[in-house]
């Protein structure tokens, strides 16, 4: 079988309710018959409820940009997996570059995130990728050696299935530079035969590994030729209706 395409939007701190159900009101006919690939929507908290609502029988997906690990407690402004799940998300994005950067979270407290998401049923889209210092260093795949392992740690290959892996070269997100289809292609492969190590053969041919780092619909073609790309996480460009529909239906 096929390895399904994943388009995720990743609308971080962005856009009201109303906003994001105008947004819904005028993406879901452009994408009405695409069967293609699995779309994903990620809003910010106060919008997963009207976004959820927007595309009841849509067939688009509904996620969270974060969670916490535990399934309640003292976490003040956190938002456990209980939470997520009780209101109809279905996907999480875990580890963004964001979330390292200006939060401190490292692959330890992702792993930890990860394994929630996993026993709670919600499918994780992991981030993993390399500042542009490591990569002019020489260090990309240091890096994704590193965290694909940290990340994946103590995880069962029974209970692996659902895991999504985004590979973000994060000198490329929000600064309009793309890797080429054949440097994201090869970081791709890097995290792939570092999950066959780890999970097996099996799981390694199965995981969906998306591309994130300015995908615009002008590059989302060739990316996605690339047959290691299963999709991608989509920034900046999955604000615009007009936009994330381009790239969906690239």
Excluded at 91 to 116: C, M, P, T, W
Excluded at 183 to 196: G, T
Aim: with cysteine; glycine share 8%.
């Amino acid at each position: 079988m096929p390895r399904k395409p994943l388009i995720a939007a990743n609308w971080k701190m962005y856009k009201t309710p109303a906003q994001a159900q105008e947004f819904m009101k005028n993406f879901l006919p452009l994408v009405a018959n695409h069967h293609r690939d699995e779309i994903v929507v990620c809003p910010s908290f106060t919008s997963i409820s009207v976004v959820i609502a927007a595309a009841t029988g849509s067939g688009v997906a509904i996620g969270a940009q974060n969670m916490h690990f535990a399934d309640e407690g003292a976490y003040t402004g956190e938002t456990s997996p209980l939470m997520l799940k009780a209101i109809g998300a279905t996907h999480v994005i875990l580890g963004h570059s964001e979330r390292r950067q200006y939060f401190a979270e490292n692959d330890e407290l992702i792993n930890k995130k990860l394994k929630s998401a996993l026993h709670h049923a919600l499918i994780p889209i992991v981030c993993v990728g390399e500042v542009l210092a490591e990569r002019e260093a020489g260090k990309t795949e240091q890096v994704l050696l590193r965290q694909t392992r940290g990340v994946l740690a103590g995880i069962a290959a029974s209970a692996a299935a659902p895991i999504v892996i985004a590979y973000e070269p994060v000198w490329a997100i929000g600064t309009g530079k793309t890797a080429t289809p054949q440097i994201a292609a090869e970081a791709h492969a890097v995290i792939r035969n570092e999950v066959n190590k780890l999970l097996g053969a099996e799981i390694a041919a199965n995981l969906r590994i998306l591309y994130g780092g300015s995908v615009k619909p002008d590059n989302a073609t060739a990316l996605m030729a690339e047959t290691e790309i299963d999709g991608a996480l989509v920034g900046g460009a999955s604000l615009d209706p007009q936009s994330f529909a381009k790239i969906v239906n690239y």
